[in-house]
């Protein structure tokens, strides 16, 4: 059973960053990609970031562009999620979810880790 544990996420000010990391343990299969999804109080779960497992391309929301980085580190099963020059607007709980197959709905999602940025 797959299992992803995101860490990193906490209180910071406005203009502050963090960096979440999502560990991916008991793979049994090839992933094809790794995204970061957002929910905010009331509202939908949004699309932030994704990256492909093998080739590293990289994908992101407008609303993160220039702000956040995914990258990964595959020795370590663990995506990452740098996040600066955070925003109030970008408060909210940050999934993370491993896409085995393109063109395909997320398989596996993490717990979440709540991120708070005050004004």
């Known amino acids: 059973q797959v299992q992803l544990v995101e860490s990193g996420g906490g209180l910071v000010q406005a203009g502050g960053s963090l960096r979440l990391s999502c560990a991916a343990s008991?793979?049994?299969?090839?992933?094809?990609?790794m995204g970061w999804f957002r929910q905010a109080p009331g509202k939908d779960r949004e699309f932030v970031a994704a990256?492909?497992?093998?080739?590293?391309?990289?994908y992101s929301d407008d609303s993160v562009k220039g702000r956040f980085t995914i990258s990964r580190d595959n020795a370590k099963n663990t995506a990452y999620l740098q996040m600066n020059s955070l925003k109030p607007e970008d408060t909210a709980v940050y999934y993370c979810?491993?896409?085995?197959?393109?063109?395909?709905?997320?398989?596996?999602w993490g717990q979440g880790t709540q991120v708070t940025v005050s004004s």
């Open positions: 990256i492909t497992w093998s080739g590293g391309t990289t």
């Open positions: 979810a491993e896409q085995l197959r393109r063109g395909f709905p997320y398989d596996y």
């Open positions: 008991g793979r049994t299969f090839s992933t094809y990609a």
